[in-house]
């Protein structure tokens, strides 16, 4: 969320925000409560002092009557103004939770991901001497899943790997978190299971009512808990109501977990085979840092997963994502696509995404700062490491031979025992 104090001084600013991210825009609605809710504030204060007051006066008058009934009066008064400022500041708060962040100066300005801009292509899409197979008839031929099973066992957009398909996903998740924490990552295994208020607090969703929620995450029926969509949600509450030293940052976390989402808005997409599914592995990358380092710390996130792309030897874009494209909570957002041979085209891996102070304000995440001593809130940002089995389908598209077997990357061969492939007739 922003600075209320922000959102007074910048109105214009805020309001642009809404537009160009395709919010409603709730200001104009916003200060107008703020404004009543101070006056209550100064008024609540005012009627208290005054009874209290009366009541001292009270024991030493020789006509307690009127002080008592006027004592009388302005505590009704003043259960009224209370009862009229709780609910207006509860009015003020879900519109606090209704304003977008402040997208960069710099970000595309477009309603959707039609308006995305390309920054750079690395790497050169193959040319096949054979017809490729896209990635269920390379699942299929080799028996690298049993989506009829699964289906009928645990339903759809389900999926299980079996045999040296399931081999490589670990590797491929192995070699990543090793790579980070080589980089210096603190590595965290992180549970898949939180309370409502944790994923709230990382600023995914609008509004205080937290059962805006329910569309997209899976409720666990007659508990206080939920599944997580990412990593990402643990990792942004683990320094909730602290204060850091500035020394300290930034602080960088590469986080597993597995991750569940209900994909209601996928009706139809991607049916086939193991791009969307509801449940998945990731690897997050998470640093807290001072709003200073922010840009620094972007780009180096970016290059991370830009790297891991490299490493397993993927084409690949990275792309600027416009106003309407980078979320609510995003200063700034960039999709790193790898080439799928079976689409003729790119599609997400990961995203890197500049989030400034915005969770930090949820979560009362600070930091000291060195100079001055003065306590302000950090900034945080966030990037995809892999998420699995989605990063699988350009692997095997883009490693096939044709008798159906997959090249492994160089840098995943000794995490395979050695292999140079699988699958196919070897």
């Keep these: 969320m922003l600075d209320i104090k922000f959102i007074r001084e910048n109105p214009d600013i805020v309001k642009n925000a809404c537009r160009v991210k395709n919010f409603p825009d709730v ?10 809710v101070r006056e209550l504030k100064t008024i609540t204060q005012t009627k208290t002092a005054e009874k209290n007051k009366i009541s001292r006066e009270i024991p030493t008058s020789t006509d307690k009557a009127p002080l008592i009934a006027k004592s009388k009066q302005i505590s009704e008064e003043i259960a009224a103004d209370m009862a009229e400022l709780a609910e207006k500041e509860a009015q003020l708060n879900d519109l606090m939770h209704r304003v977008p962040q402040i997208p960069a100066a710099d970000a595309p300005i477009g309603p959707d991901d039609s308006a995305n801009v390309e920054i750079r292509r690395v790497g050169t899409p193959r040319n096949f ?5 896209p990635q269920w008839e390379l699942l299929d031929m080799n028996g690298w899943w049993m989506p009829e099973k ?5 339903g759809t957009r389900v999926y299980a790997l079996c045999g040296e398909l399931a081999e490589l996903e670990l590797a491929v998740q192995t070699y990543v978190i090793q790579k980070l924490i080589s980089k210096g990552f ?62 300290e940052l930034p602080i960088k976390y590469a986080g597993f977990s597995p991750c569940f989402r209900k994909e209601a808005g996928a009706a139809g997409r991607d049916t086939r085979g193991i791009v969307r599914v509801h449940q998945f592995n990731k690897v997050e990358q998470y640093v807290f840092c001072t709003p200073e380092q922010s840009d620094e710390m972007h780009e180096y ?16 874009r990275v792309i600027a994502n416009c106003t309407g494209d980078m979320g609510f909570n995003k200063v700034k957002m960039n999709d790193v696509e790898a080439w799928f041979p079976s689409e003729n085209t790119y599609r997400e891996l990961g995203s890197c995404s500049s989030i400034g102070q915005f969770q930090a304000r949820r979560t009362n995440t600070r930091y000291r700062e060195n100079a001055t001593n003065d306590v302000k809130f950090v900034a945080t940002l966030n990037n995809t490491g892999i998420a699995l089995p989605r990063a699988l389908v350009p692997i095997i598209e883009n490693h096939q ?18 292999r140079t492939k699988i699958g196919g007739k070897h």
Excluded: W
Excluded at 129 to 133: A, E, I, M, V
Excluded at 303 to 308: K, M, T
Excluded at 402 to 416: E, F, H, R, T, W
């Design 27 to 36: 200001v104009d609605n916003l200060l107008s409560l703020d404004v009543r």
């Design 401 to 418: 031979n044709a008798d159906g077997s997959v090249n492994i990357p160089k840098k995943l061969q000794p995490l395979m025992g050695g």
């Design 129 to 133: 001497d054979f017809t490729p197979r």
């Design 301 to 316: 996130l970016l290059n991370n997963l830009c790297e891991i792309m490299e490493d397993l030897e993927l084409p690949y």
């Design 186 to 247: 603190k590595y965290i295994e992180c549970p898949s299971i939180s309370k409502p208020q944790t994923i709230f607090n990382a600023g995914h969703f609008m509004g205080a009512d937290l059962s805006v929620m329910n569309d997209d995450v899976f409720m666990l029926t007659d508990t206080d808990r939920c599944l997580t969509g990412t990593a990402e949600i643990v990792l942004n509450s683990l320094h909730a109501d602290e204060i850091l030293a500035e020394k």
């Design 150 to 154: 699964i289906a009928g066992i645990c």
